[in-house]
């Protein structure tokens, strides 16, 4: 198949690097594990430079490889028997206090404990703004797994965040109360 589009190595990463760290990131919890993910996607990618055929190809294709390298690193660490959750507070919740909202990071450290599948479904859909077959493809799934996994995810996230974030709740309606007392 001819094309015209020439890939840029430098280009590509200047482009992606962000979303390629962030997935990582929000997929393993780990700030260090998502450095080393991108790197090894952006080693793969310039062994692969003459297989991506668009802008958007290449996009697809770092999604998908960024998703896979993630999924494997999180079952490397089970396999190791990392404790995930203790991980997860520790490395997640001190990189994001430093530049984010309590309560941004208390949601970030929740979206962390969903499952997998379901955890990639949303991360997906709402920080990459995925249409569920685009999520399908990127995943290797199908249409109405993921669908199942973005209704399951939500589900247990609004559960998590009920349970969890009752301080946040108890301080905004203080908030509220003191105000309307000024």
């Known amino acids: 198949m001819a094309h015209d589009w020439q890939p840029n190595f430098e280009q590509l990463v200047d482009a992606h690097q962000s979303m390629v760290f962030s997935l990582a990131w929000r997929m393993t919890g780990d700030r260090e594990l998502a450095e080393e993910i991108a790197q090894d996607v952006f080693m793969e990618m310039d062994r692969h430079m003459q ?3 668009s802008a958007d190809h290449a996009c697809f294709w770092l999604r998908r490889v960024a998703m896979n390298r993630s999924t494997d690193a999180m079952r490397r660490r089970r396999v190791r028997g990392v404790d995930l959750w203790v991980e997860i507070e520790e490395n997640h919740g001190a990189a994001t206090e430093q530049r984010t909202s309590p309560l941004s990071t208390r949601l970030e450290q929740l979206l962390a404990t969903l499952p997998e599948p379901q955890r990639a479904a949303l991360v997906l859909r709402y920080q ?8 399908a ?4 799934a199908p249409v109405a797994t993921v669908k199942s996994n973005l209704q399951r995810g939500l589900k247990l996230l609004r559960a998590k965040a009920t349970s969890h974030l ?6 905004e309606k203080s908030l ?3 105000q309307s007392d000024g």
């Open 137 to 140: 493809s990127t995943l290797e």
């Open 51 to 53: 297989k991506l055929e």
């Open 166 to 171: 009752k301080e946040f709740v108890r301080n």
């Open 176 to 178: 509220e109360g003191a």
């Open 128 to 135: 990459e703004d995925l249409t569920p077959q685009e999520i």
